[in-house]
């Protein structure tokens, strides 16, 4: 999408002297430290004592005990009677206990017997309604909370500690109480399926994350340009025609090579049934219907919603990104059918809040519209923008008549006043945080540079599609809740936070799992734990056992943060990891490394052959999956991949997935290729090139499916040479060329194609400039990788 109630808080004890014995020095900040720096924190780091908990989100109050509790195949949970909601908080345990230990406690009713976990709903407790306590000693444990929801979150914090080890069978837990409540009521995750679709059982198993991370709203965006994904009775032609598309490029042609739709939507059943889920987990719903842009899909079924004096034919749901300027019209008979729309989208979902969009409206059609003017004129309007308030107003009232508040992205508080009890969800950096609070408007903080998930997570070679800049754990770990410049009183207004998932980039479910974990952890520490008590290294360790647990759940889970790098200079390997944390264990041949394995403390020789293979351990237990560096030849240590090489421009830097695999197919691996829309340039820096003959380039090609709105215009081309080529440029990239790799074999391939071409006799280091002279813009020719290869 994006081209870009109460605080609640319990009273808390640091526990800094709890930990002191496990923490280890702060680590190399990632955006400061160099790669030497990063390589010696991560050799230096020593192996821990246990850890007093090892709970995600960290506790408010953690008090170590004396002893420890033996929780194994017999042990008993235990509710009080006739204490529905507490059997169902057990239930849940036990099953949770059952996926990850092998075995199921029994349940039963009556008073705490000793051995047993006892769970407890105390009403009149003076709790919050999220909040609990957890008291382990060596004879049992106790969860009591005034509420169901607290005494699920309990629940959630003892599992944690129960599987922190990651065995089968029974568990060891050290004694200790823990006093905890979340710090804000709104902690939540959007999720994208009106770009990539996502099947209702991927739905849940994002739900069942969420649970186990104590976040509490799942804020559905179910319509867009490029679809729309939620049955609506009354407009069937809502899914029969908006719910499918031809995807861009090779992606929306079968095997004869015949566009193939692409489509998917939810049956109001199947809505039912994941609300219901939902709320069994303690998550509300809360569902987006985007107007009045962003409103492709909707128009080509029904393209009387749109401008129709501007309109001449009903457009086709979109295949592109970006900013669409089809918008909702203003008549009287486009809102009957958008109140139309929320009457059954509220009786699906019982959320206080209805998401209404309110973004990325380009008003050109209204603009160009006759109608639209005249419109305008009627309502003594200022212009456009004025409109598109009172168009939300209009959608306000109605939803309040219906006791729902409108909730909406920052720009519904552009052109005029927004309804009263209008919430609004801030994306575009803090501006709109700060003026709805100063407005006296509940705020959810969700800014785009910061909590979207879109954004690529690493430059490695291995990081999946996705948009740059590159959004770090450490980053989302580090997010401040409340602006500057906001006094006590305006920062009660943030009601709380979210991460936003746009899917544009991510078509499979591997990807969107990559996306949102160990990320999501992090964002669940933001709005839960109190920010006095954050410590990131402490973070990083109760994440160990995280990754475990992911493991033994078959979650796909990014390890950008500590996948070990390797950067070649002056004929040394220096390896490093992106959070300077844990212990770089390698072998030079060719095997994976174990915790035996030798520890990384300085630069290795660069001198081919090379087969050296390295994993980041921490306490004995990887933390990352092996990484390879292997080198036949000098020539594969000049090779520089997308990622690593230098864009010529900041701004629509994007990795992109190949519509194709490798080979050209429609199936096997596909490459990820950082690229720039508007000017696809690449600099290879400093490039050594005494004895270089040959430049060697892979390329791919994807298809331009992006709407930049008013920067298309900006776009650059440069006329075609030899049919179109690769140029290849000299310190400068208005330099002439040095060489010219002709594109015409790469045209055959919808894959990459690998490209060779004689240059120049040159000495020293020098800057290397690579573009595409190929006459236009579609399709974009991206880079995979460079190598420069010597003189045979």
């Known amino acids: 999408m994006k081209t870009r109630t109460t605080r609640t808080l319990l009273a808390t004890a640091t526990l800094a002297a709890a930990l002191a014995a496990c923490t280890e020095p702060p680590a190399a900040d990632p955006a400061t430290a160099t790669p030497s720096s990063r390589s010696a924190d991560a050799a230096a780091a020593p192996r821990a004592a246990a850890h007093p908990t090892s709970i995600i989100p960290r506790p408010a109050q953690t008090t170590p005990g004396q002893g420890a509790f033996e929780f194994g195949p017999t042990t008993a949970l235990q509710v009080a009677a006739g204490q529905a909601g507490a059997r169902k908080v057990a239930e849940f345990f036990a099953r949770q206990v059952q996926a990850l230990r092998g075995f199921e406690p029994k349940i039963g009713e009556g008073a705490g017997a000793a051995g047993a976990v006892s769970f407890e709903l105390v009403p009149d407790a003076k709790l919050g309604d999220e909040a609990y306590t957890l008291e382990i000693r060596s004879d049992g444990a106790k969860i009591s909370a005034r509420s169901e929801a607290g005494l699920f979150y309990g629940a959630v914090s003892l599992w944690q500690l129960v599987t922190a080890d990651g065995g089968k069978g029974a568990a060891r837990i050290a004694a200790q109480r823990v006093e905890d409540a979340p710090a804000y009521a709104w902690r939540g995750l959007m999720l994208d399926v009106a770009r990539h679709f996502r099947s209702v059982d991927e739905v849940k198993a994002v739900l069942d994350q969420m649970a186990l991370r104590k976040l509490n709203t799942f804020h559905w965006h179910l319509t867009d340009d490029q679809g729309w994904r939620i049955e609506i009775k009354r407009y069937p032609r809502l899914t029969e025609v908006g719910a499918c598309r031809v995807l861009a490029g090779a992606n929306g042609r079968d ?160 052109g005029g006043k927004l309804p009263t009890n209008a919430t609004v969800m801030s994306w575009r950096g803090d501006e709109g945080a700060l003026q709805a609070a100063r407005e006296g408007h509940d705020v959810v903080v969700a800014p785009d540079r910061k909590l979207y998930l879109d954004y690529v997570q690493s430059d490695r070679d291995d990081e999946p599609s996705g948009r740059f800049p590159v959004s770090t754990l450490h980053a989302f770990y580090e997010f401040q809740m409340i602006p500057a410049g906001l006094d006590a009183q305006q920062a009660k207004r943030v009601i709380g936070a979210q991460a936003n998932l746009w ?111 390295a994993t980041t351990f921490l306490d004995g237990q990887a933390i990352s999956a092996p990484r390879r560096f292997g080198a036949k030849e000098l020539a594969n240590l000049s090779e520089r991949n997308s990622a690593t090489l230098k864009p010529c421009r900041e701004g629509y830097n994007l990795r992109l997935a190949d519509d194709a695999a490798r080979d050209g197919g429609r199936d096997g691996p596909r490459a990820a290729l950082t690229v720039n829309l508007i000017d696809p340039c690449w600099i290879y820096p400093a490039a050594e090139l005494d004895g270089v003959a040959t430049v060697q380039a892979t390329v791919g090609q994807v298809p331009y499916n992006f709407q930049l709105w008013h920067d298309t215009d900006k776009i650059v081309t440069r006329p075609a040479t030899l049919g179109g080529s690769l140029e290849v440029r000299l310190d400068d990239c208005k330099s002439e060329p040095i060489a010219r790799l002709p594109l015409e074999p790469a045209r055959k391939s919808d894959g990459l194609t690998t490209l060779q071409a004689a240059l120049p006799k040159l000495s020293g280091r020098h800057d290397l400039c690579f573009v595409f002279a190929s006459g236009g813009h579609d399709p974009l020719w991206a880079l995979d990788r460079v190598s420069l290869k010597p003189a045979q």
């Not at 402490?538 to 992911?550: G, I, S, W």
């Open 255 to 414: 095997a004869q090579g015949k566009p193939e739709q692409y489509c998917g939507f939810y049956t109001q059943d199947q809505i039912r049934d994941v609300v219901a889920y939902a709320a069994a987990r303690h998550i509300t719903v809360v569902p987006e219907i985007e107007m009045p842009g962003h409103a492709q899909a909707a128009i080509a079924a029904y393209p009387n919603l749109g401008v129709t004096d501007f309109l001449r034919a009903a457009p086709p749901v979109s295949p592109d990104w970006g900013v669409h300027t089809y918008l909702f019209g203003v008549d009287d008979s486009t809102f009957t059918f958008l109140e139309n729309v929320l009457d059954e989208v509220a009786g699906l979902f019982p959320s206080k809040y209805i998401h209404i969009g309110g973004d990325e409206a380009a008003k050109d059609q209204w603009i160009a519209s006759r109608q639209i003017q005249a419109k305008i004129k009627s309502l003594g309007l200022k212009d456009e923008m004025a409109l598109q308030s009172w168009f939300v107003g209009r959608i306000g009232k109605h939803l309040e008549e219906h006791r729902r508040v409108l909730l909406g992205w920052d720009e519904i508080l552009e």
């Open 503 to 613: 899917v544009e980039h991510k078509p499979t479910y591997e990807l969107v799992q990559k996306a949102l974990y160990p990320r999501l952890d992090a964002l669940s520490e933001v709005v839960w734990s109190p920010a006095s008590t954050r410590d990131w290294n402490d973070f990083q360790r109760r994440l160990a056992p995280q990754f475990a647990r992911y493991r033994a759940q078959n979650v796909q889970v990014s390890d950008a943060a500590y996948a070990v790098d390797f950067k070649v200079h002056d004929g040394q390997l220096a390896l490093s990891n992106q959070t300077g944390f844990g212990q770089i264990r390698y072998r030079t041949d060719g095997g994976e490394p174990d915790a035996n394995s030798p520890v990384y403390a300085q630069p290795l020789p660069a001198k081919p052959p090379l087969d050296l293979v």
